[in-house]
Each structure stands twice: as structure tokens, then as C-alpha cells.
């Protein structure tokens, strides 16, 4: 190599370098801004990020007898758009009742519905089956029905969806298994030349036998599959579908066989479940998409916000559909948190100088902690301030109505007192950060010049001496 590409590749190298170990170069990928609940008595909730720009966006309806979809170039946006009736059930025979759960895919260049429907005779008769569109927009085109999705056993089936892993295409869903006295399991089969057709083998990859999988029902459905960091992450959902359902995860390494049941792991307790504190229950069958800037993962799924509900669930209409962050734990897992309260979703202040650590709440004193668990004492929603119009507070995501406020100068979560002393004190004018660009820095509002700032492990709020280590531990990227 020349003497001059040498010394360029060198420079360039020494250049990375210096990015991966520069401040703030380890933050994760920056906060959503969503409000909750993105959609009113939709359940199922399956939202496909296309490339022609839009998100599209179909769930269950409480009437269970149509599939509906809309569209926005926003996540957000789909809380507003118009919705589509795509198709509706039969009046006999087959697809004829209990329309459930529909999820939309492109492949191959064609538009793809998955969904359960019963038989206008037999309205528990759960079958798979599948819509095709080779429309560019599918809420204008047309839909042609491809029958049934046909599986080893005749029996209840449900949830099928689809991923593509080291470039074969499979299908999960959810289904009755002959001598297994279970209400669902899980199963994998890589799919046909058709998608609606399987092919080879069936794998049942999980039954439910533990507590959390068998309160009021013994359920295992609704997967979806996040392939992160080496590795798929299978969701699945479990129990009946009252404040008792909750999420499970199995994970697979990347290069493992999917068909294999051995290559999946199952965790022993539930991965997201009902929040007492947040008042949000049941949350389950979810999907998972990603946010516009493509940097996050987005969790999407719905819940209630009441526990006790009057007859069977399935006869409520209240489901809703909600999505919040997917965070990623230093090992490469996923951590879900809870459900976060309705309204504005939270965000992470993680600290610019000490990268992969956030300020937390523990004990009420607020720190600055890497690896933080559970995750939502890390979770703050930034909300017009209780000062007023200009400021902002932060309010704990699993203590709802308790802030971060200063006294003594040192930072605590604590429950608003109705005081104008602890209004001021809980509230902060959002600056640009003191550390320059992609931070921000937060400002006392009763003692102007005075900011948010982490120093030995705790969270103060100290008045800016101008030097570069105040400047860097006094500014925090939004996470």
C-alpha cells in the first residue's frame, strides 16, 4: 500500500475510534413521541411499516364480523386516519363469524391479510385464512380470498403470521393440538410457494404450562417475531384475555435452525403484563413496527385501563390499541418495561458524559445508574410544567403524579403537594443542551442559571460554573 493510502486509512481509523469512545457516542436510538391509546375498541393491533412510506394499520373490531385498515405516514397519524372496510363476513359457511385478529404483509409484491374467522353454523369452528391483493394501495384495491390455511389437525386455530429469517419465509400461529389438553400452543412451519400454503415439517415450539400462561385459560398465541443483536425474539401471548393476559418471549439464536425446537428458549415469567400503577390491563397480541427515523423498535399492542370486567371478555368492546419504545438491556435482550400511563409517552434522560447511563429513581433519590430494572423508573414523561406555559416537568412513568423536583438542591421523585413551592420546584425551562448539539439541559425555574446535573452517582441541581465538566454532566440525550 502507498505510503499516502496508508496514512489515510490510518486517519480514518483513528477518526472512528475516536467517535465510538467520544461522550454520548453509546446512547441508543433517540425518544418517540406518541400519545396513547393510538386507536378506541381495537384489539390485535397489527401495524406493517411499507416502503412506499406508510404504515398500515389493522386490528380486530369489537362487532368481530370485518377487517378494517388505514394508513398514515405517521405512527401517530393512523389515530386519525380514515379507515377501510376491506372485507366482511360471510352470511353462511365458512368466514362467516368471529373475525379475529387480521395482519397484513407484503410478499412477493402482493398484499397479504392473515385472519381467524368461524362458520356462520359453528361460531367457535376457528379457522386461519387468508385475502390477497396485488393492489399498490390496499385500501382501494381488491381482495381475492385464498381459502384456508391448512395445517396436520383440523382443529382451533388461529394468529398466523409471518418473518423471514436467513432468507426462508415461515409462518407461526397458534393452534389445538389433538391430545394436548390446552386451549392453544404455538407452531412453526416454513411456508410454501403460496402464503397460504406450508410446506415440510410442523414444529410446535411451546405449550403453556406455567402459572402465568394457564390463569383463566391454557393460551399460547398472538406471536411476532423482532429480529435483533443475533438473535429472534418471539412474543407470545397468554392466559385469558381479561387483566390475567400478559406476554411471553422465546428466543432463538439468529443462525439456529427456527424449526428446531431446541433452539428456542422460553422465559420463566412473563415478559409484559397488567400495571396496577399505570392503570393499564390485559395487555397482549401484540405486533412490533419502527419508529419514522427507522432508529427504534416500536412495541404495539393492546389493553384496557380497568381491571374488573362484567361477563366474558371477549363481549367487551374496550380493548385499545397502544404502542411504547422497545428498549435494548446491555446484553442485547429486549426490555419491554410496563404499559405506560394513556397520554404522552416517556422518554430516558441519558447522560452525555457517562454514556449508557440514565437518571433514575430509587428510594425516591434520583441517580445516574447504567443497566437500570426495572426499566420504568428510568421512564419520565416530559409535561407542560406545573409552573405553567414554558416549562416543563417530568413526571415518573410507574409513579404516576410524582416528579422530579429539587430540594436542598438535591433531585427527588415526589408526589405533587398542591404547593406553588413544589410547582417551582418540579418544573424547568428546556434549554439546548450545554454540551452542544443533540442534547438538551434543564433549567430552574426558581433558581435561574441552576441546572439538572449528575455528580457522583446522584442527580442535584447546581448552579452552571461555565466549565466543560458541568457543561457535560448537566446535558442528556433524550432516549
Not at 427504534?296 to 419504545?325: A, C, E, F
Not at 405553567?388 to 433531585?411: D, I, W, Y
Not at 424547568?428 to 433558581?447: D, P
Amino acid at each position: 500500500m502507498p505510503a499516502r493510502s496508508a496514512a489515510v486509512a490510518v486517519a480514518t481509523l483513528l477518526i472512528v475510534i475516536a467517535n465510538l469512545l467520544s461522550p454520548g457516542s453509546a446512547h441508543a436510538s433517540p425518544a418517540v413521541q406518541y400519545t396513547n391509546p393510538l386507536a378506541a375498541q381495537r384489539a390485535d393491533p397489527h401495524i406493517f411499516r411499507h416502503t412506499d412510506g406508510y404504515y398500515y394499520f389493522t386490528a380486530t373490531v369489537p362487532e368481530y364480523d370485518r377487517i378494517v385498515l388505514r394508513r398514515a405516514t405517521t405512527i401517530q397519524g393512523l389515530a386519525g386516519a380514515p379507515e377501510t372496510v376491506i372485507w366482511r363476513k360471510h352470511a353462511t359457511g365458512e368466514m362467516g363469524a368471529h373475525i379475529w385478529a387480521p395482519e397484513i404483509h407484503f410478499i412477493n409484491g402482493k398484499w397479504y391479510v392473515y385472519f381467524a374467522a368461524g362458520r356462520a353454523d359453528d361460531v367457535w369452528r376457528i379457522r386461519m385464512y387468508v385475502l390477497e391483493s396485488s393492489a399498490a394501495n390496499p385500501l382501494t384495491g381488491s381482495w381475492t380470498e385464498r381459502g384456508r390455511i391448512t395445517t396436520p389437525w383440523d382443529t382451533f386455530s388461529l394468529d398466523a403470521t409471518t418473518f423471514v429469517a436467513n432468507g426462508v419465509r415461515f409462518l407461526l400461529w397458534a393452534q389445538q393440538e389433538p391430545g394436548i389438553a390446552t386451549n392453544s400452543n404455538l407452531y412453526i412451519a416454513r411456508m410454501g410457494a403460496s402464503p397460504w400454503t406450508i410446506i415440510g415439517a410442523t414444529t410446535r415450539l411451546t405449550v403453556p404450562t406455567l402459572a402465568w400462561e394457564t390463569r383463566g385459560y391454557k393460551v399460547a398465541e398472538g406471536p411476532s417475531v423482532l429480529q435483533r443483536n443475533g438473535r429472534l425474539f418471539l412474543t407470545y401471548s397468554a392466559s385469558a384475555t381479561d387483566a390475567n393476559y400478559c406476554l411471553g418471549l422465546l428466543t432463538a439464536s439468529a443462525t439456529a435452525d427456527p424449526l428446531q425446537a431446541s433452539s428456542w428458549t422460553k422465559s420463566q415469567g412473563p415478559v409484559f403484563a397488567s400495571s396496577a400503577t399505570t392503570g393499564q390491563y390485559g395487555p397482549g397480541h401484540n405486533s412490533f413496527t419502527t419508529s419514522e427515523d427507522g432508529q427504534s423498535d416500536i412495541l404495539v399492542y393492546h389493553d384496557r385501563n380497568y381491571r374488573d370486567i362484567s361477563g366474558d371478555p371477549l363481549n367487551d368492546p374496550n380493548r385499545r390499541t397502544r404502542v411504547q419504545k422497545v428498549y435494548w438491556r446491555a446484553d442485547g435482550t429486549p426490555d419491554f418495561g410496563i404499559p405506560v400511563p394513556d397520554g404522552a409517552t416517556p422518554a430516558r434522560l441519558m447522560s452525555y458524559d457517562t454514556p449508557g447511563q440514565a437518571l433514575r429513581h430509587r428510594d425516591y433519590r434520583v441517580r445516574l445508574e447504567a443497566n437500570v430494572a426495572p426499566l420504568a423508573d428510568s421512564q419520565f414523561r416530559l409535561v407542560t410544567g406545573l409552573s405553567g406555559a414554558g416549562t416543563v416537568s417530568l413526571e415518573s412513568t410507574n409513579f404516576p403524579g410524582h416528579h422530579l423536583r429539587h430540594r436542598n438542591f438535591e433531585a427527588w421523585l415526589e408526589r405533587r403537594d398542591g404547593t406553588a413551592l413544589f410547582d417551582a420546584d418540579a418544573s424547568f425551562v428546556r434549554r439546548a443542551g450545554l454540551a452542544g448539539a443533540g442534547t438538551v439541559s434543564l433549567e430552574s425555574v426558581n433558581f435561574p442559571g441552576y441546572f439538572v446535573r449528575h455528580r457522583a452517582g446522584s442527580a442535584w441541581v447546581e448552579q452552571n460554573d461555565g466549565s466543560s465538566a458541568f457543561k457535560g454532566s448537566a446535558s442528556f440525550v433524550l432516549e
